[in-house]
């Protein structure tokens, strides 16, 4: 009777220890649950607040930095087609084209008509994802993430930006020279590029495009200089 007595009573220890176990882990499981709630309900809470002491070095400018600074634009976007705008979507973007409309005196809206008008004449292929005027105004053909036909094998890769201007010898004026800065400056941004990424018709094709950037290189320097430090303002 002693033995059973005492194996009985090991058998009551045993199942003791596994139920004061099984709640054990039942306890731990539903902390670990109401933790994990909080944890949730933590970041959704500094997904939608953003407290500002979460507000360190980024590696990229906000997006209301990007609406700050971006300059005035007028959309007059080209009717899809196949010989001004195709539609064909761009790859990752590594450039900025600028170009000179060779166009003397002819305003902005006068250059996007003739991109438009291309789609009845079918004269050639043509385009440029903005425009900018004599008076500094600034129309967009192009979205930025579709391909305009400006620069060749660098569509793919690249935004270009036609610049009106007053004469033959293609120097802009500087209303015109001030939009392409802030356009050129704002378009680095957003695509997370440096002056060093604009480029030249002429270095792409040796086209002489834009005219007078490329016979003045110290023009063009200084305009790449001009862009770097209103990045840096920014």
Known sequence: MKK?????????TNVQKRVQ????????????LV??????IILLLIKLFKPDWLAGKKDEP?????EAIEPE??????????????????????????????????????????????????TTQASSNFIIGL????IQCVPTWEVAYASNERNIDT???????????GKFNDDTYRSMVQLCAWLCMKFELNEESLIRHYD?????????FVENEEAWKKFKKDVGTTLADF
């Not at 059973?4 to 009551?12: F, L, V």
């Not at 959309?75 to 705008?85: A, G, M, Q």
């Not at 008076?135 to 600034?138: D, Q």
């Open 73 to 122: 634009i007028d959309v007059e976007l080209l009717t899809v087609n196949p010989y001004s705008r195709s539609g064909e979507p761009t790859s990752k973007i590594t450039g900025i084209v600028v170009h000179y409309t060779a166009n003397p005196g002819a305003s902005a809206i006068d250059n996007r008509n003739y991109f438009e008008g291309l789609k009845d004449t079918h």
């Open 4 to 12: 059973t007595k005492k194996t009985s009573r090991r058998k009551i």
């Open 35 to 40: 933790i994990l709630v909080v944890l949730l």
């Open 135 to 138: 008076e500094g105004e600034i």
């Open 62 to 66: 906000e997006v209301e930095k990007f």
């Open 159 to 169: 935004i270009s930006i036609e610049c009106c201007h007053p004469d033959e010898t």
């Open 21 to 32: 176990k099984r709640r054990r882990i039942q306890y731990y499981l539903r902390m670990g």
């Open 204 to 212: 792409v094709t040796g086209k002489l495009c834009p005219k007078y």
